[in-house]
Structures are given as structure tokens and as C-alpha cells.
């Protein structure tokens, strides 16, 4: 087991807020609670909570312990220059992308990115142009994008700035980044890569490579997506001299706090600790757990979990490569759907899982997670197999794309109303339809509400997946205008 004691550098964020705590020094500074732990009689960690007062850097302009801790990140990953963010990946993808492009300018972007870089594009009057991925038959999960694709998506937009790419996805599927970003570069256009899910990749080889490695210009990890760090703790990395550093601070100025916690930059700093002394051993232990997994559920016959146990990457013709640390259950053969498969897991087994989609349920784990969190698991989804009806009818499915009628501000500039969704069909839409999670968008402002989204969204709501929509009203009403 990997030791406890990476915080013991003296000089770790952690050390020198506990060390200060115990100064008896009078906080006459925020926060407002003043470390008052006799006032505050609960749990919260009051003594270590401040922000930037003296000795303790300042994140927007790093120089002391925060740098520090940038480098031990760019020493990990091996980037160019790290930012800390401790407003989750998402501040880093609307910065990151600002840096990268001018107002109005065109992007290429695959259609299943996450919402923050919609709203990177609306925010930006952006025009966008989408990589649709096709979907993975099997199980119904989005798969990667081709760099066929991505080449012809350059060839027929010379005049775009920048391809954003999503890497692994929420469920796990990884683009080919290396020849995605040799296409882009081939034409001078950077590739920002959204790896909110990638954190933990690259420092095994039982692990797929990590984007920085692969050659994308920008970075943006969630660590607390699938490292041990606190919700919110995330990192943006530069790699090239095609997006410029300044640019990025100035952008991460306005999308992040200008009072960031050290409670979460004190936990980046453990996790980035962590890993630099631990890693093999950490990754060797959690590729043990999951081939145990992978033996222990390699016979089911009816729910199949993507390249695990049985289930191998050439099963799926869509993806390129896949995240073994994402375990993907479809219930596509199964009388179950998704949902009734997250409520027997969570109800019977006691298991909370990540995500449930019509046809597959997603679970993470981590180098956190004990031998026995994956055979719970493991224990559960056997005797679920053996307890459910097989059906074996094939579903088709494609991935829809509505017809882009204008940019997405354009239409958040328009005056609609809302109306019945039942009678919405022919016209634009005015707001976002997502489901949650993961929070990607269906449809975007600007596109035409026809009967093939129509019956994607009827099919997510029989399936009982939690449709959000910008106004609140769907699956009810939409804001929409008519073309
Ligand atoms: C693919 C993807 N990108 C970005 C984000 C945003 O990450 P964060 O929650 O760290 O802001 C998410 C969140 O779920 C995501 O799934």
C-alpha cells in the first residue's frame, strides 16, 4: 500500500496552512469565519481556510509555493506550463478557448463536447462546425472521432482556429490525438483537448497515453474526476507556442475566482505530490484491481461491459482506444434499461454509480478505489446477469445532428417564446436541450427542432433519463421561434 506521508515536504501547500494555523495569527483578513473553530463546531476545515494574504502566493500571478506546485504538475505530465484551477475544468475550457481564437471566429468542435465549451462558442458569437462520432452499435455510447474526419472537417473549413476535442469521454472512449493534432498542426490550427476524464492517463502503460503526450496544445484536467483531489480541483496545460501563456492568465482572470481556496489548491498540491512519489506502485495496485474485475465478470451473458472481461476494443469498430478505468455496463441484450439497472445497483447492492444512460450505466473508479469496491461490483453485476431476461433485438442507432440554421448568440438574441414541444417541430430552437449527466447538449440555440431530434429527445424521456433544458420546461415546452 502506498504510504500516507507525501504531504511531509515541508513545503507542501498542506504543511504550510496547518504550520500557520497553529501561529496564533490574528486573521484580520477573509474568510469571514476566521478559523474560529470554537464558534464553528462542525467538521468544516475552518483552520486551513484563507486565500491570498501574505507568504501564500496568489494564483493569478504565481511566483512563490502555487508556482511551485504548477511545476511539480508540468515534472508530471510533461507540459510546457500548468495552470492550478480550482473552478473545475470547466473555467480552464472557457479561458482556454478565448485564448485560442478572435471574436467570432470558427471553430470545428466535436458535437459531443461538454456544455462549457457551447458556452466558450456563445460567449465568443463563435461559428461552429461539428464532428459528429458515430455510434458504437453494441452498446449505443458515442464513439471516437476519426482523424478522416478531422481532415476533411479542415479541408472544408481552411479559415477555422481551432478543433476542440474530447478525450476520453464521460464513458471512457479516446480519440487517436496523435494523428488528430499532426492534421491540425499540418495547417497551423492549435487542438485544445478536453481531458476532464484524462487526469490519471499516461502514468501507466496499461493506461492509454495522455493528450499532452500525443502533441495537443491544451489541456484542461478535472483531478477530481479520477485523482484524489477535492471536487472543483482541475489543471490547464500549455504545450505549444500556439496558445500564449499571457493570453491564458488573462482569460483564467476572468473565468476564476479572484478569491481561490486553499483548501483546494492545498489538495491539488497533495494529489500532484501524491502521484510524483507513488504513482507505480498506485497504478500497478489499480491495474491489479481492475484484471481481477475483468476475471471475475469475464462470464456474463447478458449485460456486456465495454473492454472488460469478454469484451475486447476490437468488439468496437468506433473506438480508437478506451480508458480501462471506466466501466461501462450496457443493458442493451437485457429487458433492463439503464436506469433500472442504476436502481437495482444503488437499492439491492448499495452502489452508487456515475451515470445512467438509456442503454448503459457508468461507473469510475480510481486508484482509490479498494480491491473490495471492485468486487462488490463485480459480485453484483453476476448475480444481476444471471437474473435477467435476455433480448437480443437489435437496436440501430445514429447520431443526430439538427441542421444549423445560425451561430448559437445569434439565436440567444432573439426574442421566442415558450411553446408546447409537441408543437415545435420545423422550428429553431432558442435554448439548450442536454441531458444530465454529462451535460451535452442535444440541441443548441440556432438549429431546427426536426422529427429526427424529436424522436431522440422522446426516446431519452421513455427511457426516464433527466432532460434539462435552458429555460427549465422541457420536456414540456422549448423556447423556440419559428424559422
Ligand atoms: C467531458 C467533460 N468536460 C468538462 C467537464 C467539466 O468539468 P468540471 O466539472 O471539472 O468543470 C465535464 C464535467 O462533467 C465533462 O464531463
Excluded at 476535442?165 to 496523435?178: A, C, F, K, L, R
Excluded at 505530490?273 to 484484471?291: C, S, V
Excluded at 442493451?332 to 442503454?359: C, F, H, K, V, W
Amino acid at each position: 500500500m502506498a504510504s500516507k506521508n507525501h504531504t511531509v515536504n515541508e513545503n507542501s501547500i498542506y504543511n504550510l496552512l496547518t504550520r500557520y494555523s497553529t501561529m496564533d495569527i490574528c486573521p484580520l483578513h477573509m474568510p469571514g469565519h476566521k478559523r474560529n473553530s470554537q464558534l464553528l463546531a462542525d467538521n468544516l476545515p475552518y483552520n486551513i481556510d484563507i486565500t491570498e494574504i501574505s507568504g501564500f502566493d496568489n494564483l493569478h500571478d504565481p511566483r512563490g509555493i502555487i508556482k511551485e506546485t504548477s511545476k511539480i504538475a508540468d515534472a508530471l505530465y510533461g507540459s510546457n506550463k500548468t495552470f492550478l484551477l480550482v473552478n473545475g475544468s470547466s473555467c480552464g475550457i472557457l479561458a482556454g478557448i478565448r485564448a485560442a481564437v478572435k471574436h467570432g471566429d470558427k471553430i470545428i468542435m466535436a458535437r459531443n463536447c461538454h456544455q462549457s465549451v457551447y458556452h466558450a462558442a456563445e460567449l465568443n458569437a463563435l461559428q461552429t462546425v461539428y464532428l459528429l462520432p458515430k455510434i458504437d452499435q453494441q452498446t449505443g455510447i458515442g464513439g471516437s472521432i476519426s482523424p478522416l474526419q478531422v481532415k476533411a472537417a479542415l479541408d472544408n473549413n481552411p479559415d477555422a482556429k481551432l478543433l476542440v476535442i474530447t478525450s476520453p469521454t464521460y464513458e471512457g472512449v479516446v480519440n487517436d490525438i496523435e494523428k488528430i493534432t499532426a492534421a491540425a498542426h499540418k495547417r497551423g490550427i492549435a487542438v485544445l483537448v478536453d481531458a476532464a476524464h484524462g487526469a490519471h492517463l499516461g502514468f501507466s502503460d496499461y493506461f492509454p497515453d495522455n493528450s499532452i503526450k500525443s502533441g495537443a496544445d491544451l489541456v484542461v484536467h478535472s483531478l477530481h474526476k479520477t485523482l484524489p483531489a477535492l471536487t472543483q480541483c482541475a489543471l490547464a496545460h500549455i504545450n505549444s507556442n500556439l496558445i500564449n501563456h499571457q493570453k491564458m492568465a488573462a482569460e483564467l482572470a476572468i473565468f476564476e475566482t479572484s478569491s481561490p481556496s486553499y483548501i483546494l489548491l492545498a489538495s491539488i498540491d497533495n494529489c500532484l505530490r501524491l502521484l510524483l512519489k507513488d504513482k507505480d506502485q498506485l497504478f500497478k495496485t489499480y491495474e491489479n484491481n481492475i484484471k481481477c474485475f475483468d476475471y471475475a465478470i469475464k462470464d456474463l451473458k447478458n449485460l456486456h461491459i465495454v473492454c472488460h472481461g469478454s469484451n475486447y476494443l476490437n468488439n468496437h469498430q468506433c473506438l480508437f482506444d478506451f480508458d480501462p478505468g471506466k466501466i461501462v455496463i450496457s443493458t442493451r441484450e437485457t429487458n433492463l434499461t439503464g436506469t433500472i439497472l442504476a436502481n437495482i445497483l444503488r437499492e439491492q447492492y448499495r452502489i452508487e454509480p456515475e451515470m445512467a444512460g438509456s442503454d448503459y450505466v457508468i461507473a469510475i473508479t480510481s486508484i482509490c478505489d479498494s480491491k473490495d469496491n471492485f468486487k462488490r461490483l463485480a459480485d453484483a453485476l453476476i448475480a444481476i446477469d444471471q437474473a435477467v431476461i435476455p433480448n437480443k433485438s437489435i437496436k440501430t442507432m445514429a447520431n443526430v445532428l439538427p441542421r444549423q440554421l445560425m451561430r448559437i448568440s445569434e439565436a440567444l438574441d432573439l426574442n421566442g417564446t415558450l411553446i408546447a414541444f409537441a408543437d415545435a417541430t420545423g422550428m429553431v430552437s432558442l435554448e439548450y436541450v442536454w441531458a444530465y449527466p454529462p451535460g451535452i447538449p442535444l440541441l443548441v440555440p440556432g438549429e431546427i427542432i426536426d422529427k429526427n431530434i424529436v424522436k431522440q429527445i422522446h426516446s431519452f424521456v421513455s427511457a426516464g433519463i433527466n432532460l434539462k433544458s435552458s429555460f427549465g420546461e422541457m420536456p414540456r415546452q422549448i423556447k423556440a421561434t419559428s424559422v
